[in-house]
């Protein structure tokens, strides 16, 4: 398998490998005679448009259609439609933690032999995260990273030197709060503030290097455990930063850029998927980026992974749909099109080099820090969420706790009834 690091990137980018008119054969996709439409299912909106657009132009014959629906509604589609057999569907956009579940019912097709020699290079994390039990199911297209941004006022205001861009100078969490409590005291409206503020997503990271477990174990990792000692304790932490006024409290996930563009929040935990929206808000150029945080004899560990793409199993189109899959994750045109969605990495490392040069043009100086951090986050400090056939169950239960235990409740208890609810839903699958 042809794999590889983040920072052999700009090595490779010279020698990328053109695919948009070929299958993995290198012949034009022709196999099922004649025009054809697959329909693509995901949450992108317009996103994709230019990317469908410019695989059509090289693709005569494929038509795709784009079905977006809410990010909340997909789980349930998927489920229902090709639960049923439904043919309409042929591909889908796959969330990597879910993709053992939609492999173990049947939903989605082997496409392995893809990645045996693709034509571009692909970081390890990026297949890592759609590959169950030896095979791969997806094609990836995003990774992710977290770091903790500040806004540069705040902290002058509060006469806090700016931290570092450099690994070698990550901060602790219990810096982190020390100063984001200098900046409260000098009128800043709340010192810390997370993108994703219950969400097992953001906060798996924390709560690894705090010391406890990232929930799930045992055999296909089916085992519950997230009332341990070190998960309260983690709890009582982070319910403590809320209750306290450190952070908001009561505050939906969606609501909490927008606290940090408007000058609320000093410090803030987030991906670079929004950098475009902070360079277009009151706090463009106001803003700085620093490594993720860990805890004070913990490990280091950033978040990974992001959206890939599936074929239908059920698919009668599987040919032109895999033509599909493999446009936007193996193809230079795919890659530079689809990295223009999100200002995430892309899995593609041929077209990292053009990711960093977009993601300079909208914002140098956070650029600059993001670029420096990202090799050394996929390679030495990325965290995979937990592979499991239950990971559905795991997150919906998990991050109910999560708000909950920010919003005031008793950690203890909740985190008990977490493991009560999970040991019984899990139980199905052992």
């Not at 969330?95 to 893809?114: F, I, K, N, Q």
């Not at 189109?317 to 193996?330: C, I, V, Y």
């Not at 990295?339 to 040069?357: G, K």
Request: glycine letters at 8%; charged letters at 20%.
């Amino acid at each position: 398998m042809k794999t590889t690091r983040w920072a052999a990137a700009a090595a490779v980018f010279a020698t990328a490998t053109l695919v948009t008119a070929c299958t993995a054969s290198g012949t034009p996709d022709s196999s099922e005679g004649g025009d054809v439409t697959i329909t693509f299912l995901h949450i992108f909106g317009e996103g994709f448009d230019d990317a469908i657009a410019a695989f059509e132009d090289a693709h005569p014959n494929i038509t795709v259609s784009s079905e977006s629906v809410p990010f909340d509604q997909l789980v349930s589609q998927t489920q229902a439609r090709l639960g049923s057999g439904d043919t309409s569907i042929d591909v889908i956009a796959v969330d990597p933690p879910r993709l053992p579940a939609m492999v173990t019912d049947g939903y989605l097709l082997d496409v392995s032999s893809d990645f045996a020699d693709p034509p571009v290079s692909l970081s390890e994390p990026g297949v890592q995260s759609v590959t169950w039990e030896g095979k791969q199911y997806s094609y990836p297209l995003w990774s992710s990273d977290g770091f903790l941004l500040y806004n540069k006022a705040l902290l002058e205001q509060a006469g806090i030197t700016p931290p570092s861009s450099d690994d070698s100078s990550r901060l602790t969490w219990e810096q982190v709060l020390a100063d984001a409590q200098r900046a409260k005291e000098a009128g800043a409206a709340y010192g810390l503030g997370f993108e994703q503020v219950d969400r097992y997503y953001q906060l798996q990271p924390l709560i690894e290097s705090f010391g406890a477990t990232s929930g799930l174990g045992g055999e296909g990792n089916l085992t519950p455990d997230v009332n341990s000692d070190d998960w309260k304790k983690w709890g009582k932490w982070y319910q403590q930063i809320h209750t306290s006024g450190l952070a908001p409290i009561g505050v939906d996930a969606t609501q909490m850029p927008e606290m940090f563009t408007t000058g609320q929040i000093a410090y803030f935990v987030a991906s670079s998927s929004r950098v475009k929206q902070f360079q277009d808000s009151p706090l463009a150029d106001g803003w700085g980026v620093a490594p993720l945080p860990y805890f004070a004899g913990g490990e280091i560990y950033t978040p990974t992974d992001s959206w890939a793409v599936g074929v239908s199993a059920y698919s009668e189109h599987k040919d032109a749909a895999e033509e599909f899959g493999r446009f936007l994750s193996m193809s230079t045109d795919g890659g530079n099109l689809i990295s223009q969605i999100y200002t995430l990495p892309p899995v593609n490392q041929d077209v990292y080099p053009d990711f960093i040069a977009g993601l300079e043009a909208i914002a140098p100086e956070p650029a600059k820090a993001m670029d420096s951090l990202f090799p050394v986050d996929s390679e030495k400090h990325a965290l995979h969420r937990p592979s499991s056939i239950g990971y559905v169950e795991f997150e919906t239960v998990m991050n109910k706790a999560f708000s909950d235990i920010r919003n005031g409740g008793d950690v203890s208890g909740i985190l008990d009834s977490a493991q009560q609810q999970l040991e019984s839903q899990l139980a199905q699958y052992r």
